[in-house]
Structures are given as C-alpha cells and as structure tokens.
C-alpha cells in the first residue's frame, strides 16, 4: 500500500485507492515496483499520434517537415460511447468480421511532460462501409498492465516486439495446481507457444534475436524522433498541457490482420504480448517469473483475445455503436 501512496503523491492525486491495483510501474530509483488502481488509469484520456512522413522507399526527404496527425480515442462521456481500455482483454464480437492492430509506444504524459514509457497495441474493427472504428465497446482498445520509466526509452537497445501466444501443452508443462492443491505460481505464458508479430519475418537472420533488436531498435528512434517533435507543438492551450494523458505513437504504418478462431464465444481464442525492453532477446521474456520480469524494467502488455456475442444482437446496444453494428447484423 505504502508504495501505491508514493507514486500517487508523486504523480499529484489523492492516494485514496486500495492496493489492488493491476497496473505496476517498473524501472524506478532502487527498482522498487510501484502499483496504480487499473480504474483510475482508464479515467486518463487516450490519444494517438502518427506522423504524416512517408515511409522508407515513398520518396521521403530527409529535410521534409514531419507533420503528426492526433485522435482523442472516444470514450465514456462521449455521446453514448463505453470505456474500451483494458489492462487485460481483446473482445471480438461474433458479427466484426475483422480486427487489425499495429505495434506501438505508447507514453503517459503529466502536465505535457513524458513520465512513462509503456508497450502499445493498437487495435481497430471496420463497419461493413469500411468505416475504421478504435472503440467498438468494451475491452476493444488495449493497455499495458507494466509501466517502465521514461528514461528507459532513450536507451540504444530500447525497442517493441509483440508476439501472439497459442496454447499448447498446458496440462503436461504445469502452471496449473500441485499435487496438493496449492498453486504452483509458475507463469501461463510457458505453455504458449510463440509467433512473432512484430517485427515480423527477417529471412534467414528470424531466428536471431540481435537482429530483431536492431530493426526495433531502429523504429525507436524514429518514433521518439515524432514524439519530440508531437511535444514541441504542446502550448499552454493545448488539450495535453494539463492533467494525465496517454498518447500513442505507431512503430509502423502498417496494420495486422488478427487470425479468426474457431472457439466457442467467451473462449479465448490466443494471447497477445507486447514488450517493450532493452533486454537482448524479447522472446526470451514471455517465459519469464513475473518477479524476476520487473527486475529487467520491461513494460508488458499481455491480453487474451476471446470471441463475444453478438453486438448487433444485443437489447442494450448504445446509440453511438448502431452505425457499425446495425450495418453488421443487415
């Protein structure tokens, strides 16, 4: 508890919360692990900003002036919108055909000012019109659940990999209870097995992990390049100069296409992680004791996609969803 109060009257808020916060902060002074309520940090307004730049190959100039492009992510409070943030879960409704996410940085700012450096994912659904939507309700926008400091970000070997994680040999590798009930605590993810998102194939060097580091690496740096770029427009009228705010910075233009599953709904269907580290080898980090993980001051967001009903078939549909899903259930 004392740890969550710390970090509270650090960041400027009432540390009136219970410490049964399911978001850590890593990477501090001492490499002591700090926590924050889950509910508070989904009050934070979210935002994403893409450079307008062309990417490598498109003609770019070296000398051209890059222009960032910003989105509030809508939210409760917005017309009939929910809250989609979750530390936790990717829903995909049984009638959204199509779920695309990209890699990201994402980064908490106070006061305009960058504190922590987190793992993105950012993730869209389309409406039958080809309509891109971030919000399509509930646990539809992902956040990490481990937070690292912001200076981690700068250093050379800083970057984000993101993996997807099917299950495989769960009852023969453990991770479930002993013999005599009790808990083993050995992590879920050793009993997934992991294909790499991002970045994606490199030929015959996939199998390196210095050469995934190097190309992350280097998507790094053009994306921090952006975000200084992003705070040196932050004015004093400027929605983001005051209170918390998380901003996301996209590693790519590029969109995935998420796999469809044949599960049942409410069955997950795969796990989604994204690190964000300066340790030499990512893929090494999934199997990793989650005591011995906030020792490496990694930001980690780790998700579990599941099917969900029907959103066009639900009574309690709200009115700022019935363009996407109106058209779904047509």
Known sequence: ML????????????ASFSASSDVRIVG???????????NYIRSFPRWFAESLRKDEGEGEDEDEQQ???????????DDTFVDPTSTTELWWPSDVTRIQVRPA???????GTPNY???????????????AWRNWGMHSQPLAAQWTSFGISVEGRFRVECFLGKAGGAEENGGGDDDDG????????????????????????????????????????????SL??????????????????VVSFPLTKDWIELPEFEEDEGITGYKLSCLATAEPDAKALLGMDDGLLEMTATS???IDVSKTSSGSESEYLPDSYRPLYAAQKA
């Open 182 to 225: 009790q808990d083993s605590g050995q992590s879920d993810e050793k009993n997934y097995e992991w294909e790499r998102l991002f970045p994606g194939s490199l030929g015959s060097l996939d199998d390196t992990s210095s050469a995934h580091l190097m190309f992350g690496a280097e998507r790094m740096k053009k994306v921090v390049e």
């Open 105 to 111: 940085l994402d980064v908490l700012m106070k006061g």
């Open 3 to 14: 740890s969550t109060i710390t970090l509270l009257s650090t960041l400027g808020v009432a």
């Open 28 to 38: 501090m002074p001492g490499g002591q692990t700090q926590t924050l309520p889950s």
């Open 117 to 131: 450096a987190l793992a993105g994912l950012n993730a869209r659904c389309f409406s039958a019109d080809g309509t």
């Open 228 to 245: 200084g770029i992003f705070l040196s427009g932050i004015d004093e009228n400027s929605p983001l100069s005051d209170g918390f705010h």
């Open 300 to 302: 980690v967001l780790d």
């Open 67 to 77: 222009n960032i492009a910003v989105e509030r992510l809508r939210t409760a409070g």
